[in-house]
């Protein structure tokens, strides 16, 4: 017999990962201060509310793809070294937040 799909996300699953939330926003932190742009240039670049540009620098919100891709282009970076950042972040327990 076969299992029924449940709809829904899995039992114990999260919406929000934290520790990655954390590392993602000190990356793109990072990315910003070697421009030498503020916060509030770089989320025009990304066409975004400058305050939630600040909630993604502080880890309070993990960006979805779409933005990540917008993140990237107004960081001039390739997506990819923005997620090879953070990856190395979360690896080495380097999450700080401002």
Same mark, same amino acid.
């Given at each position: 017999?076969?299992?029924?799909? &449940?709809?829904?996300?899995? $039992?114990?699953?999260?919406?929000?990962? +934290?520790?990655? $939330? #954390? !590392?993602?926003?000190?990356?793109?932190?990072?990315?910003?201060?070697?421009?030498?742009?503020? =916060?509030?240039?770089?989320?025009?670049?990304?066409?975004?509310?400058?305050?939630?540009?600040? &909630?993604?620098? #502080?880890? =309070?919100?993990? +960006?979805?793809?779409?933005?990540?891709?917008?993140?990237?282009? !107004?960081?001039? $970076? +390739? +997506?990819? #070294?923005?997620? *090879? =950042?953070?990856?190395?972040?979360? !690896?080495?327990? *380097?999450?700080? $937040?401002?």
């Amino acid at each position: 017999m076969e299992a029924k799909l &449940k709809p829904g996300r899995p $039992a114990g699953s999260k919406t929000f990962e +934290p520790e990655i $939330a #954390r !590392a993602f926003g000190t990356v793109v932190r990072e990315f910003r201060a070697e421009l030498g742009i503020s =916060q509030e240039e770089l989320a025009n670049r990304a066409q975004i509310e400058r305050s939630h540009m600040g &909630k993604i620098e #502080r880890g =309070q919100h993990l +960006p979805n793809l779409a933005l990540i891709l917008k993140l990237a282009g !107004a960081l001039s $970076a +390739p +997506p990819g #070294r923005l997620v *090879d =950042q953070t990856a190395l972040k979360v !690896a080495n327990g *380097d999450q700080a $937040a401002c």
